[in-house]
């Protein structure tokens, strides 16, 4: 399964964003996305998840009730909707697939897309 993630960019507090990450190749597998992010020193951390139906979707403390995820598997696709955007949300966001259930966990992801930069500024 390769990801490519797409979206990111430049945005002003307060303002708002939408990924997408497009899988292809061997997707007819029930694959669950996760989305993380890792900020410059830091380590890359969870933001959120979706399962295969899109009936079970979690996202992290820091961005709940700001950040959503949604899938469209007609078109391989998932988004995350970023809203009220906050320069501590600055980071390459990365988008990942699993098999089975979703989770918080990136080690369970076995695949990854190569990050898109989203850029928060005060």
Same mark, same amino acid.
């Given at each position: @399964?390769? %990801?490519?993630?797409?979206? #990111?960019?430049? @945005?002003?507090?307060?303002?708002?964003?939408? %990924?997408?990450?497009?899988?292809?190749?061997?997707?007819?597998s029930?694959?669950?996305?996760?989305?993380?992010?890792?900020?410059?020193?830091?380590e890359?951390?969870?933001?959120g998840?979706?399962?295969w139906? #899109?009936?079970?979707? $979690?996202?992290?403390? *820091?961005?709940?009730?700001r950040?959503?995820?949604?899938?469209?598997?007609?078109?391989?696709?998932?988004y995350?909707?970023m809203?009220? %955007?906050?320069? $501590?949300?600055?980071?390459?966001?990365?988008?990942?697939?699993?098999?089975?259930?979703?989770?918080? *966990?990136?080690?369970?992801?076995?695949?990854? #897309?190569q990050?898109?930069? @989203?850029?928060?500024?005060?």
């Amino acid at each position: @399964v390769q %990801l490519q993630a797409s979206g #990111g960019g430049l @945005v002003q507090a307060g303002g708002s964003m939408r %990924l997408s990450c497009a899988a292809s190749g061997r997707t007819s597998s029930s694959y669950s996305m996760g989305w993380f992010r890792q900020a410059p020193g830091k380590e890359r951390e969870f933001v959120g998840s979706i399962n295969w139906s #899109g009936g079970r979707v $979690e996202t992290s403390d *820091s961005v709940k009730g700001r950040f959503t995820i949604s899938r469209d598997n007609a078109k391989n696709t998932v988004y995350l909707q970023m809203n009220s %955007l906050k320069p $501590e949300d600055t980071a390459v966001y990365y988008c990942a697939a699993k098999v089975g259930g979703s989770s918080w *966990s990136q080690t369970m992801y076995r695949y990854w #897309g190569q990050g898109t930069q @989203v850029t928060v500024s005060s």
